[in-house]
């Protein structure tokens, strides 16, 4: 009995000659997006790293002065999230870390005070000498305010500044003061709404994560909505 007869056939080859130029136009770009993808979550995921990494940081080196970025306030009370910041950087200051506090924020249309005053007017009840905090009364977002308090530091022949906000924003802070050509370092708040919940924390650090991506790309402030709480 004769078995039939085995057919054998052809291995494909991924040679380019067999797949032609389309064949292998098509592999590469398929690389290629994959790449670039791999590459954009490595970039995302490290700089989540480091937001979280400098929210961790306390540095206590004596400055010339305590800077507290600003945040909303209400007809001149400070919301949660900005009392947090001022109560620290009294803390600070009661420490001797620095000889002056400063506040910086502007004002919303329609608002009555400016984040810097509502900020100087609350130190100054909680023991902060008045004479000893300086209110910048401009900045709507953290780069224009990074650079009010720049220009008045230079003014004052300053340049070493303890950054006061909340932890998940330091890193964004520094890298923008240091950019300007401050001497900064960072002491940020361990109260507040901020810190209180594991959502407000995981929001905060993808909230920074965006917003100084998008520094770094464009060297443009990107404060996004906080929504974690006021």
């Known amino acids: 009995m004769t078995?039939?007869?085995?057919?054998?056939?052809p291995e494909?080859?991924?040679?380019?000659?067999?797949?032609?130029?389309?064949?292998?136009?098509v592999r590469w770009v398929g690389r290629l997006v994959v790449g670039t993808m791999?590459?954009?979550?490595?970039?995302?995921?490290?700089?989540?790293?480091r937001?979280?990494?400098v929210a961790r940081i306390d540095d206590l080196t004596k400055a010339d002065a305590i800077v507290v970025l600003g945040a909303a306030q209400y007809s001149g009370t400070p919301s949660s999230v900005f009392e947090a910041r001022l109560d620290q950087a009294a803390l600070l200051y009661g420490r001797g870390?620095?000889?002056t506090v400063i506040t910086v924020g502007g004002k919303q249309v329609g608002d009555e005070y400016t984040e810097a005053a509502s900020g100087k007017n609350y130190l100054s009840e909680h023991g902060v000498p008045a004479d000893h905090i300086v209110a910048i009364e401009e900045g709507s977002d953290t780069l224009r305010s990074i650079e009010a308090v720049n220009a008045e530091m230079n003014k004052r022949n300053?340049?070493?500044?303890?950054?006061?906000s909340d932890p998940w924003h330091s890193l964004r802070t520094r890298t923008m003061a240091r950019?300007?050509?401050?001497d900064a370092w960072t002491a940020p708040t361990r109260t507040g709404p901020a810190v209180y919940t594991r959502e407000s924390q995981i929001h905060g650090i993808a909230r920074e994560t965006g917003a100084l991506l998008w520094y770094q790309l464009t060297h443009f402030s990107a404060d996004f909505k906080y929504t974690a709480g006021q």
Do not use: C, H, N
């Open 12 to 25: 494909q080859s991924s040679d380019p000659e067999r797949l032609g130029f389309g064949g292998t136009l």
């Open 179 to 182: 950019d300007d050509g401050l």
């Open 51 to 53: 937001v979280w990494q």
């Open 158 to 164: 300053e340049k070493s500044a303890v950054l006061v």
């Open 97 to 99: 870390i620095a000889p």
């Open 38 to 49: 791999l590459m954009a979550v490595l970039l995302v995921a490290g700089t989540a790293v």
């Open 3 to 9: 078995s039939a007869p085995v057919r054998y056939e």
